[in-house]
Nanobody, 124 residues
Framework: QVQLVESGGGLVQPGGSLRVSCVAS????????MGWFRQGPGKELEFVST????????LYADSVKGRFTISRDNVKNTVYLQMNSLKPEDTAVYYC?????????????????WGQGAQVTVSS
């Protein structure tokens, strides 16, 4: 079993950048593909990005492609989401999640472990 804790959320102006991190404990992250999801105010949970165990394969939602970058450091047991050119519609609670499945999982129910979330607010 793995425990996930996000950090790095906050308030940023439109066009700005922010990086959220997800630190794992209890078990090495090498055992999991990792994903980021988000839930905006009044919206359903949506897929943002996923990264394979080695970091060699990544996948993004169309809404963030070209602006967000997912990465991982298996030595530090940490996954990152670098967010650039932020828009007000990126405002959401961002969750990291871990899955034992392989192959670019985008469906929330296939992720077994979840963090508590980090609030990201994009506003002037």
């Amino acid at each position: 079993q793995v425990q996930l804790v996000e950090s790095g959320g906050g308030l940023v102006q439109p066009g700005g950048s922010l990086r959220v991190s997800c630190v794992a404990s209890g078990r090495t992250l090498r055992s999991y593909d990792m994903g980021w999801f988000r839930q905006g105010p009044g919206k359903e949970l949506e897929f943002v990005s996923t990264i394979s165990r080695s970091g060699a394969s990544v996948l993004y939602a169309d809404s963030v492609k070209g602006r967000f970058t997912i990465s991982r450091d298996n030595v530090k047991n940490t996954v990152y989401l670098q967010m650039n050119s932020l828009k007000p519609e990126d405002t959401a609670v961002y969750y990291c999640a871990a899955t034992t499945y392989y192959g670019g999982v985008t469906i929330e129910r296939e992720y077994e472990y979840w963090g508590q979330g980090a609030q990201v607010t994009v506003s002037s």
